[in-house]
């Protein structure tokens, strides 16, 4: 089954909380979970997107190759504890379009 922006946004939010402090670049991000996405552009929309929410942050990345680094800011860690609580229901996975069997591991 293909992983709904939905999904997607919430494992990147759980892998940049489980990095809370630290700055991943792209490339760190989907070798995380290829749940996220191979394809290079569509995690980056999707990264634009929590950017634009004000979930993540965004920097210059040190490494030259990366282009750009990002890390999870309070709103996104509060959203995120909102999320996996709705999650543990069913019927809201189901409603997201989510297989049931799909479990979020906490951070």
């Known amino acids: 089954m293909k992983s ?8 990147i939010l759980l892998y940049l909380k489980k990095w809370d402090g630290d700055w991943k670049n792209t490339q760190e991000i989907a070798t995380y979970s290829n749940k996220v996405t191979l394809h ?14 004000e979930l993540i942050d965004v920097r210059p990345a040190k490494n030259p190759q990366a282009r750009s680094e990002y890390t999870i800011l309070p709103k996104g860690k509060n959203t995120l504890t ?3 609580v709705m999650m543990k229901n069913p019927d809201i996975k189901h ?3 989510i297989n049931e069997n799909v479990q979020f591991d906490e951070v």
């Open 82 to 84: 909102a999320l996996l």
């Open 40 to 53: 290079r552009s569509r995690l980056e929309d999707e990264l634009k997107q929590l950017v634009t929410r």
């Open 4 to 11: 709904t922006s939905f999904e997607k946004n919430i494992n």
């Open 95 to 97: 409603l997201a379009e």
